[in-house]
């Protein structure tokens, strides 16, 4: 059995060396235990008000795009500098840390993969952040809670008023195992500290807080924590509040895909082919590459090895398609004919040449693909730049698919080739009923 475990990113903005009446639960001593912070101590936090705060969080398939916009105020008649520290938690990657007497620390926030591209803003100009890692006993089972801090200083005229922007990427919280050819994923969690607002002065003023599918269905998408706040606008959900006292009892979780379930379903090393059921909230869909494919070009072989559309149905790392064109590829295209058509309720890629990833970064890969089901159902899809297994729902359309094109609008450019690969493609399928489930092996 293997297993993986991905981290939570710290979310919001700061602690504070005191208990505060209003209800945010922050104090020094300790960083193992909901509401505790420690090793870091922001400075004249409580001079400064928010009065207004929009968090808009973009919900993809591997992470969110994170973005809030704050209007802070000087509630003083003196001139303030704030020190304050942006919560970075996770739960380590072992490889990265570095030995300080008999514990362990992350050595610094470049390497950072659950708070990445953290971007601060006042009053429209960048501020610097800088790290400053928590320290944690190794005989400890897990490392969680607060990984460190990302640490920037504002200065306030009296009363005066300043906007302020956060933006980053967070991965989700998650772990996953797999015994031989049968495996689980935990649901993918985003969480962010709402109540850690209650370190500045007074209330929150106003505030809205949108959560968007973007790559994901929207029926994924989840608010576990805080209850009865959010209300459905289209495909977001959203919380609109005023003078709110933030606590724990605000801070979110939400779950961004349901926690799965994967059992093989069928593999033959004849054709190369392999597919699984999936299992999600009980309901059942099968993975599969039973089509027939073409391609716009293909690039021609390389000695034995060839680099033909029909790669992509084994979806495995060791063979993979290349279009054969001019250019970078966009504007070349695959065709999928599944043999027996059924609706298709997602599709799932490994983009690039996945066999390494030296092989990875030399070729292009997809960015933005056109997908066209039937000639008569259009959207488009943006891929992330990695060479994990990519995930797309598809949404109101119902009707048996019998011809699926995937278009190539714009690519991740190769550091060595032009080549734009694909590693594999599978269809999502529903299932009517739970089907016969092999045993691992």
């Known amino acids: 059995?293997?297993?993986?475990?991905?981290?939570?990113?710290?979310?919001?903005?700061?602690?504070?060396?005191?208990?505060?009446?209003?209800?945010?639960?922050?104090?020094?001593?300790?960083?193992?235990?909901?509401?505790?912070?420690?090793?870091?101590?922001?400075?004249?936090?409580?001079?400064?008000?928010?009065?207004?705060?929009?968090?808009?969080?973009?919900?993809?398939?591997?992470?969110?795009?994170?973005?809030?916009?704050?209007?802070?105020?000087?509630?003083?008649?003196?001139?303030?500098?704030?020190?304050?520290?942006?919560?970075?938690?996770?739960?380590?990657?072992?490889?990265?840390?570095?030995?300080?007497?008999?514990?362990?620390?992350?050595?610094?926030?470049?390497?950072?993969?659950?708070?990445?591209?953290?971007?601060?803003?006042?009053?429209?100009?960048?501020?610097?952040?800088?790290?400053?890692?928590e320290v944690r006993n190794t005989r400890s089972p897990q490392f969680k809670g607060v990984a460190g801090w990302l640490i920037s200083e504002i200065t306030f005229a009296a009363n005066e008023e300043i906007p302020v922007m956060i933006r980053?990427?967070?991965?989700?919280?998650?772990?996953?195992?797999?015994?031989?050819?049968?495996?689980?994923?935990?649901?993918?969690?985003?969480?962010?500290?709402?109540?850690?607002?209650?370190?500045?002065?007074?209330?929150?003023?106003?505030?809205?807080?949108?959560?968007?599918?973007?790559?994901?269905?929207?029926?994924?998408?989840?608010?576990?924590?805080?209850?009865?706040?959010?209300?459905?606008?289209?495909?977001?959900?959203?919380?609109?509040?005023?003078?709110?006292?933030?606590?724990?009892?605000?801070?979110?979780?939400?779950?961004?895909?349901?926690?799965?379930?994967?059992?093989?379903?069928?593999?033959?090393?004849?054709?190369?082919?392999?597919?699984?059921?999936?299992?999600?909230?009980d309901k059942w869909t099968m993975a599969h590459s039973n089509y027939h494919v073409k391609a716009s070009s293909t690039l021609p072989p390389d000695g034995d090895f060839k680099y033909d559309a029909e790669n992509i149905r084994r979806f495995w790392t060791d063979d993979w398609w290349c279009e054969g064109a001019k250019g970078p590829g966009i504007g070349e295209w695959l065709e999928l004919q599944p043999i027996v058509p059924k609706p298709i309720t997602a599709i799932s890629m490994h983009p690039g040449c996945g066999k390494s990833d030296a092989l990875f970064e030399a070729n292009a890969r997809p960015r933005k693909v056109l997908v066209e089901l039937n000639g008569d159902h259009r959207f488009t899809v943006e891929v992330p730049n990695s060479k994990e297994e990519f995930e797309f729902p598809v949404s109101n359309y119902t009707k048996p698919v019998k011809k699926l094109r995937l278009t190539f609008q714009e690519v991740w450019p190769g550091k060595r080739f032009e080549d734009l690969c694909i590693s594999g493609v599978r269809l999502h399928v529903r299932l009517d009923k739970k089907p016969k489930i092999q045993q691992a092996r």
């Open 168 to 281: 980053f990427q967070s991965a989700y919280s998650l772990t996953e195992w797999s015994v031989s050819d049968n495996g689980s994923r935990s649901a993918a969690m985003f969480r962010y500290r709402l109540s850690s607002a209650a370190c500045w002065a007074g209330t929150i003023g106003s505030g809205k807080i949108v959560l968007k599918p973007d790559g994901i269905s929207p029926d994924w998408l989840k608010v576990l924590k805080p209850v009865n706040r959010f209300k459905k606008d289209g495909a977001n959900w959203v919380w609109n509040f005023e003078n709110l006292e933030p606590t724990l009892a605000d801070d979110l979780d939400v779950e961004a895909k349901s926690a799965e379930n994967f059992y093989l379903a069928d593999q033959n090393p004849e054709q190369g082919t392999y597919s699984e059921y999936i299992e999600r909230n």
């Open 1 to 133: 059995m293997k297993t993986r475990e991905l981290a939570v990113s710290g979310l919001l903005i700061v602690s504070a060396p005191l208990l505060h009446a209003n209800g945010g639960g922050y104090f020094r001593g300790g960083v193992e235990h909901a509401g505790d912070v420690a090793g870091f101590e922001p400075k004249a936090t409580e001079n400064i008000r928010i009065l207004d705060e929009k968090l808009t969080v973009s919900l993809g398939p591997k992470e969110a795009d994170v973005e809030v916009r704050y209007l802070m105020r000087n509630e003083t008649d003196k001139k303030v500098k704030v020190r304050f520290g942006f919560p970075v938690e996770e739960s380590f990657n072992r490889d990265l840390m570095e030995t300080v007497g008999d514990e362990k620390k992350l050595p610094d926030g470049k390497k950072l993969a659950y708070c990445r591209n953290y971007q601060i803003t006042a009053a429209g100009k960048t501020i610097k952040a800088t790290w400053q890692g």
